[in-house]
């Protein structure tokens, strides 16, 4: 649900969601790092979006509305980090963070 959050708050883009999934385990982990001012070394500029409880807020609830969704219409959802996803696509450069499959891959 990291993934999916992520990607709810304004600013953050698939690229920029994967390095912060990649390098904190969390979604709490990414906004301690935010708030102590550590993912300044990770991106050229942190998107006000992660230091604002609001927007977090907003954007968990819409990741959970997208997942209730989905259970609804029998759609899996995966990540590039789901030993589900397709690994020829998990190798191209530009790659979809997140994958909506209705049926069987």
């Known amino acids: 649900m990291g993934s999916l959050t992520l990607l709810q708050l304004r600013g953050i883009g698939t690229k ?7 390098t904190y385990l969390t979604l ?7 708030e ?3 993912l300044e070394r990770l991106l050229r500029k942190v998107p006000a979006s992660l230091l ?10 819409k990741a959970d509305q997208i997942i209730k969704a ?3 219409y029998g759609v899996s959802i995966l990540t590039v980090y789901d030993a589900e996803y397709p ?5 191209i450069e530009d790659r979809p963070l997140v994958l909506y499959v209705k049926g069987h891959l």
Do not use: F, G, Y
């Open 16 to 22: 920029t969601a994967d390095k912060l999934v990649r």
């Open 28 to 34: 709490q982990a990414i906004k301690e790092a935010a």
């Open 36 to 38: 102590e001012n550590v």
């Open 52 to 61: 604002d409880e609001n927007a977090i807020e907003a954007a968990l609830r």
């Open 70 to 72: 989905a259970a609804r």
């Open 87 to 91: 690994k020829l696509l998990s190798r």
